[in-house]
Every structure is written in structure tokens, then in C-alpha cells.
């Protein structure tokens, strides 16, 4: 299905109620008859959203599809922030990036082939600023801090297909090329721009908002200064019914609906042009044929998604297949970038935008926002800590479950972290599978695991347990909730199936029946009922805690059951007289220290 919207007469000429990146009185230089050249260029430039359909003439082709999440058999994009190499890695990072991943798992389970990825921004005055402190080169400072988050990355499980920097040389020659694009497109033009400025944030700040700020950047509270300059400008402006429309005919495009709605309103409070040039440093990448300009930060961090693919390179890219993201992953403090810059940037490229924007809530300690100046971080070393203690697959639920998906912001709490591990992963997921093993063991010793059949060969069900059905609902639930990104759901709808499994055991008691011959073919039942159930509830849930689950497969000896997830949560699959070994998956903590 196609997605194309006729640009009509007020298209480029945007009505300037409240400003978006700046207040600036745009005086143009343009060499050509801007607006109106502009205008044309939006009406020939087609929006689209959403994968090409089969057959299509490939990403650079506009297709006719409103976009659908996924498809098992569509290539899967999913990317992180590329985190800026200025600031040191947290569990804001960590969270982000372990979301990516086990959505990027758990779609690789479901046999799509995917592409997960990640990196680093690496450019502007803040690195540069740094590294002149430490008296080094810019480009060592990004190099040891880059490898830093690679290797924290990679030390938290995280699976990326690639690693993106923004210094990369793949990544600056297509960003020139990019620019140059859209400056032929005459989407850029130079201009003037004189307002408020937040040098923290490289960021442009409008009258009112710096007004209603106090004049103070919102991130780090200093005094935002007053700046004049000559920069170029990307026409945001032109964009405004293109934004609004897709906006309205893709509900879903940015989630949580929250986000949406407030992106809506402000694109509704009209667009500015959006200054994507500046000249008070060096450390980025040179504007095409005006070297004293460097090319915004931000616009070039957002071009990281599709220099990484290769698309500069046009048919010639093997990666183009990839595009558009299914998913991108954030959180909040960014989503007009994502959600308004980077599709106007798209549609005046021509290329499809992305399948959908997700903006998580943030982290925050005892009530408060995690910053630098307050020093209340869970950095990497605590996060580390918190490994040691609980097992890292044990900190990757606890982070999945407990952290701020939503629209609502999540405090870290020990004593949830506790809970959570003694309730869903000792006392539920550990417990069950530990006690069914060892009940296997006990009653059939050598036999290994029983079977479910009764001697007429057909399948006994015990009560009202059908399990085939129930687990194959589970599945279907945790592929749904995977689909909306409700990733907490999928976690703990397969945790939910183990809790099932324990009051099924509370309720038929097979304790009890092992002690009665007459009930032998019950308790065999029972019994490969619970250990397949706990089986499929770990495939479910190996997207989140692959080590764990790996050794729980290990102990059913199930590790050579191959194929999708659909396949591998088929009933039956594990052998009747195989042999399991009892597991202890998660042990037992202290509970924390008060404070
Ligand atoms: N470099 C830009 C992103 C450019 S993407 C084209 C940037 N980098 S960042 O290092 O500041 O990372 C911001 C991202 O880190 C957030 O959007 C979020 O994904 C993650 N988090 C940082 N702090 C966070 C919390 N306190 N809580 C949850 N996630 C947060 O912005």
C-alpha cells in the first residue's frame, strides 16, 4: 500500500508561529529563487514510509506500503542512538541498547535476518573542547572513548551487526554526499542566524523557550549565550504538511503514543529552517565546497543510520536492503530529531522513513534525573557491581521488565532489583525448573524424562491443562507484545508460563501421586508436561537471558532442537527417556543493605 501526499499550495511556505531550532531571522543568500524552488522540489519529492515490496525497484523507488512493523520474512533494521563519546557509558546507554538487543534476538529467533546497529558520535565542540583540556588530538580522545562503549557494549551482551563512528571515513564521504544531495535539491541554503544559543548542547534555543527556561540551557543550566551567525539551513519549513500528514495517517510511527502527541503539537506550532552549519569550531565534517563550516552535529550523527548501510552508494549498496529501520530505539530527550528532522531529511532525499520511533522514558535515581552535575549516575562500575551480584542475564531482565519502556520514568531501587530477582528469577523461574528436574530424577532415575502418553498412545491431559494450546498462546503473546516493542510483556508473559507450571504442581501435587503405583502414568504426565512447559517458556525467554537459558537447554539436552522460535516452542519436542540434569540457575543473594 502506498503512502504519497500531494504537497498543495502552502507547502515551503510555513507560517512561523513558535519557532522549532531557532529564532532566527533567516536572511537567505540562496542563489536560487528559494521558496518557490523549494516548493517545487517537496511536490517532486515523494513521501513514502514503511519496507519496498517484493519486486519493487529496490529503496530508492517509492513503494506502495504503509508501514507494518514486521514480517518474518522482511530484512529487520533496528538501531540505538549513536551515543556521543564526550560523556562516559551508564545504565541509560546500557538500557537503550539492551532493549535494541533483545528486540534484535528475539527477531532473529523468529528466523528474520537482521541488522542491529550501534555506535558512537564522535564530532563537535564539546569533544573538541575536551580533548584540547587533556592536551590530545580530538580524534584521540573519540578513539579511547569510543572503544570504551564498544567494549562496555560488548561486555553487557549486547549482539550488534555493526558499529558505526561518526569519524569513520565510510561515514563522513557519505554524509558530503548527502549534504550535497539535498543542497542540489536546493534544501539547504545559506542564511543568517542570529538568537540564543545553549553552547553545552550545540543547540539553538528560541525566544519564548529560552524565556521560559530563564535563559538557562535545560541540560546543563548554564547561561545560554547570544550568538550571531552565518550558517546553513536545512528548509524544515517546507515539510510542515508533509510532517503533519504522516503524523495522521501513521498513528504509530512514533511510540509511546504520549511522545506522538506531543511531537504532533509542536510540529502544529509551525516549523522553522533548521541551521545544520556551524563555524565556531572545527572538530566535524566540512560543509561541501565552504570549508569553514562544519556540518551540525546532529545532522550528522542522524545520517549514521544510512551511511552504515551504504546508501550514498545507491543501487551499488548490498546493505540497502535494510532500509528503512524497522525500529528506531531512544529515549525521549531526542525524539524530535527523530521523529521531525530526520524524515523531513528522508523525504527530501527521496528515501523511505523508518517503520517506526521509539522513545523510552528515562532512568532516574531517588526521584531525580541522573545527571553529571548531580552526580547520581548508575554508572558503569555500580551497573558492573550489580553484575557481579546477580548475574548479568539476571540485571538484563530486571532492566528489561523494571525499566522506564513507557512514557513514565523508572527510579532505580536495590531493593526492587532484590525483589524482582528473588520473586521472578529464584523463586519462579529458578525453583521450577530446579524442582522439576529434580522430581524427574527421583522418580525415574535412569528412565530419564517420562512421557505424557497413556498406554493407549494417546496424549494424557491432566484438569483443565491443555498445555499445547497454553504454550502456544504464551508464544503468540510474547510475538504480539514483541511486535508493539511491549518487551516487559513478552519477559514476563514467559515468566507467567512458569507460574502456571508451579500452581499446576501445587495443584496436582505429584509428590503425592510418586508415592501411589495406581497414578503412574498421572505423575509421567504431569511431569513432562511441566519440563516441556519450562523448555518452551526458555526459549521464549533466551532473547533476554541467552546464558541462562543456554544452560537451562544444556541440563534438558535440548540444545540440538534447531530452528524458529515457532518451531523450537512446537509441544512435544522434548524426548521422552532423555536424560536432564537438575539446575540451580539463579542462586540465592543477600538482600540488600539499607541505606
Ligand atoms: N549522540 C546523540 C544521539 C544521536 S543519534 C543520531 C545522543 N547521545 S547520548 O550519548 O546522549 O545518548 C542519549 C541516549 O542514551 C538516550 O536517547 C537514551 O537512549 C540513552 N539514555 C541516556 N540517559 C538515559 C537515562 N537516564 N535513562 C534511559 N536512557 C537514557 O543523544
Redesign the pocket.
Known amino acids: 500500500m502506498g503512502f504519497v501526499i500531494s504537497c498543495g499550495a502552502s507547502c515551503g511556505v510555513s507560517t512561523i508561529r513558535s519557532a522549532v531550532m531557532a529564532s532566527a531571522a533567516v536572511k537567505s543568500y540562496s542563489r536560487l529563487s528559494s521558496k518557490r524552488q523549494a516548493t517545487r522540489a517537496v511536490e517532486s519529492s515523494r513521501l513514502f514510509l514503511g519496507r519496498r515490496s517484493r519486486g519493487s525497484r529496490g529503496v530508492f523507488a517509492p513503494n506502495r506500503q504503509i508501514f507494518t512493523t514486521t514480517s518474518s520474512s522482511e530484512p529487520c533494521y533496528v538501531t ?5 563519546v564526550n ?1 562516559k557509558p ?4 546500557v ?2 541498547s539492551t532493549l535494541a538487543d533483545v528486540y534484535a534476538r528475539f527477531q532473529r529467533s523468529q528466523g528474520r535476518d537482521v541488522r542491529f546497529l550501534t555506535g558512537t ?1 564522535e564530532h563537535g565542540q564539546k569533544v573538541e573542547q575536551s580533548a584540547e583540556k587533556r592536551g590530545i588530538e580530538p580524534q584521540q580522545l573519540a578513539d579511547e572513548n569510543s572503544a570504551f562503549f564498544r567494549d562496555a557494549m560488548e561486555n553487557f551482551g549486547i549482539e550488534f551487526d555493526d558499529f558505526i563512528r561518526t569519524t569513520d571515513p565510510r561515514h563522513k564521504e557519505q554524509v558530503t554526499k548527502f549534504i550535497q544531495q539535498l543542497k542540489d535539491k536546493d534544501f539547504v541554503y545559506l542564511g543568517e542566524f542570529e538568537g540564543w544559543y545553549d553552547e553545552g548542547q550545540e543547540e539553538y534555543v528560541t525566544e519564548s523557550t529560552a524565556a521560559e527556561q530563564d535563559f538557562k540551557s535545560a541540560i546543563s543550566g548554564k547561561p545560554l549565550v547570544k550568538a550571531k551567525q552565518e550558517n546553513y539551513f536545512f528548509r524544515l519549513s517546507a515539510f510542515q504538511d508533509k510532517l503533519e500528514a504522516m503524523f495522521e495517517e501513521n498513528p504509530d510511527l512514533v511510540l509511546p503514543k504520549a511522545r506522538s502527541n506531543e511531537v504532533l503539537n509542536r510540529i502544529k506550532a509551525g516549523l522553522q529552517d533548521v541551521p545544520i552549519s556551524r563555524t565556531s569550531f572545527t572538530w566535524g565534517i566540512p560543509m561541501p565546497d565552504d570549508e569553514e563550516h562544519v556540518i551540525y552535529v ?1 545532522i550528522d ?2 545520517f ?1 543510520y544510512i551511511s552504515a548501510l551504504q546508501l550514498a552508494e545507491g543501487d551499488e549498496s548490498k546493505l540497502a536492503k535494510y532500509w528503512p529501520a524497522t525500529v528506531h530505539i ?2 525521549k ?2 525524539v524530535w ?1 527523530h521523529a521531525v528532522i530526520w524524515p523531513a531529511v528522508l523525504m527530501a532525499l527521496e528515501l523511505p522513513l523508518p517503520g517506526r520511533v521509539y522513545a ?5 535515581r531517588d526521584g531525580k534525573k ?1 545527571s553529571k552535575s548531580l552526580g547520581n549516575f548508575v554508572d558503569l562500575e555500580t551497573l558492573t557491581g550489580y553484575c557481579d551480584t546477580y548475574g548479568l542475564d539476571s540485571i538484563r531482565y530486571f532492566l528489561l521488565t523494571q525499566g ?1 519502556i513507557g512514557a513514565i520514568d523508572s527510579n532505580w531501587s536495590d531493593e526492587r532489583l532484590y525483589d524482582i530477582y528473588s520473586d521472578e528469577l529464584v523463586n519462579t523461574l529458578g525453583n521450577c525448573a530446579s524442582r522439576t528436574t529434580s522430581m524427574i530424577n527421583k522418580y525415574y532415575k535412569q528412565d530419564g524424562v517420562p512421557s505424557e502418553m497413556d498406554s493407549s498412545g494417546a496424549r494424557r491431559q491432566v484438569g483443565e491443562y491443555d498445555w499445547p494450546a497454553i504454550t502456544q498462546e504464551a508464544t503468540n503473546t510474547c510475538v504480539e507484545c514483541v511486535e508493539t516493542f511491549d518487551l516487559p510483556g513478552a519477559a514476563t508473559t514467559a515468566v507467567g508460563l512458569v507460574g502456571k507450571v508451579d500452581t499446576f504442581i501445587s495443584e496436582t501435587e505429584p509428590f503425592r501421586l510418586a508415592k501411589d503405583e495406581s497414578k503412574k502414568e498421572e505423575l509421567a504426565a504431569i511431569l513432562y508436561q511441566c519440563m516441556e512447559t519450562v523448555r518452551i517458556a526458555g526459549v521464549l525467554l533466551e532473547s533476554v537471558m541467552p546464558e541462562k537459558m543456554g544452560q537451562l537447554e544444556e541440563a534438558l539436552g535440548t540444545a540440538e532442537i534447531k530452528g524458529t522460535l515457532q518451531e523450537r516452542t512446537a509441544w512435544g519436542q522434548l524426548q521422552p527417556g532423555s536424560l536432564v540434569k537438575k539446575v540451580a540457575l539463579f542462586p540465592r543473594v543477600d538482600p540488600p543493605t539499607p541505606a
Open positions: 540505538t542512538p549513536i551515543y556521543y560523556d551508564h545504565i541509560g546507554h538500557y537503550t558520535d546532529w550523527a542522524l549514521n531512544m529515549a530527550e531526542i530529531f523510552h522514558g528515562f532512568w532516574i541522573m522506564p
